[in-house]
């Protein structure tokens, strides 16, 4: 189901996906931008209630994989909106040669959506290479899998306490342990977040936790003071 999360924002859960045997919920985002059309940001799968609601805001005209690991439904959206653009993270060319994309994502972003979104590509990371977003009449940071949080009760068996290790059940969200090991360039990453920060954030969205409602700029200083420090 959409709900509404800000101005001209709206967010999704999808079903839940497994990757190495963890299991994860899964959430999209969707955005109505200025000229009333519709920026849809790591899609779910595709369902009849999500492609009703798509059709009662607006056409859709963008879809973005944000890295290279949320990309499962992206070839569903893009048969479902052939109009649509589809637009690859860095790395996910590659990884999907079966999806012929339309473009690239990079730290500008594109003048389709530039009036409404900012954005900013965090790279020198072994796992991936990820796009947070910057949705400026809601005030919304998007981050996609750099900061996690799942409930203590998610994870069970073996799996958990890895979960705990890598700091996915911890207190508050978190920027998970394996991303901070897996940053080979900290100085490039340091100059991403230094962009992030320097956006009038208010609420947080994550691929993989609850939304944070209100002082986003604080809770990203607070998520990132390993790296800042």
Same mark, same amino acid.
């Given at each position: $189901? ?7 924002? /709206? ?16 959430? $999209?985002?969707?955005? !109505? ?10 899609? %779910? ?5 999500? +492609?009703?609601?798509? =059709?009662?805001?607006?056409?859709? &005209? ?6 290279? *690991? ?6 569903? /959206? ?10 690859? =993270?860095?790395?996910?060319? =590659? ?9 690239? *994502?990079?730290?500008?972003?594109? #003048? ?5 979104? @900012?954005?900013?590509?965090? !790279?020198?990371?072994?796992? %991936? ?6 949705? +400026?009449?809601? !005030? %919304?940071?998007?981050? %996609?899998? *750099? ?10 068996? /073996?799996? =958990?306490?890895?979960?705990? *290790? @890598? ?20 100085? $490039?990453? &340091?100059?991403?977040?230094? !962009? ?9 969205? $994550? ?14 200083? +607070? #998520? ?6």
């Amino acid at each position: $189901m959409l709900q509404h999360f800000g101005d001209e924002i /709206w967010t999704a859960d999808g079903p839940v996906a497994e990757v190495g045997g963890f299991k994860y919920p899964t959430r $999209m985002a969707m955005i !109505r931008l200025s000229d009333g059309s519709l920026f849809i940001w790591s899609p %779910t799968a595709l369902s009849d209630e999500l +492609r009703a609601a798509a =059709a009662a805001l607006g056409p859709v &005209r963008h879809i973005v994989a944000p890295n290279r *690991l949320h990309h499962l439904f992206i070839g569903e /959206w893009h048969r479902a909106y052939p109009g649509a653009k589809i637009y690859a =993270a860095p790395g996910l060319r =590659a990884k999907r040669r079966d999806i012929a994309f339309d473009g690239d *994502l990079h730290d500008a972003p594109a #003048s389709a959506w530039s009036g409404d979104i @900012d954005q900013v590509v965090v !790279r020198g990371n072994w796992i %991936t290479t990820e796009v947070v977003f910057f949705h +400026r009449r809601s !005030r %919304t940071v998007i981050f %996609t899998d *750099l900061i996690q949080h799942f409930d203590a009760g998610w994870f069970t068996g /073996w799996r =958990a306490l890895v979960a705990r *290790l @890598d700091l996915l059940t911890a207190p508050d969200p978190a920027v998970p342990r394996k991303f901070r090991i897996a940053f080979f360039d900290r100085r $490039m990453a &340091r100059a991403a977040l230094h !962009r992030i920060l320097a956006w009038p954030a208010e609420k947080i969205l $994550m691929a993989h936790g609850a939304p944070i409602e209100r002082d986003g700029r604080a809770f990203i200083a +607070r #998520s990132f003071k390993w790296l800042l420090h």
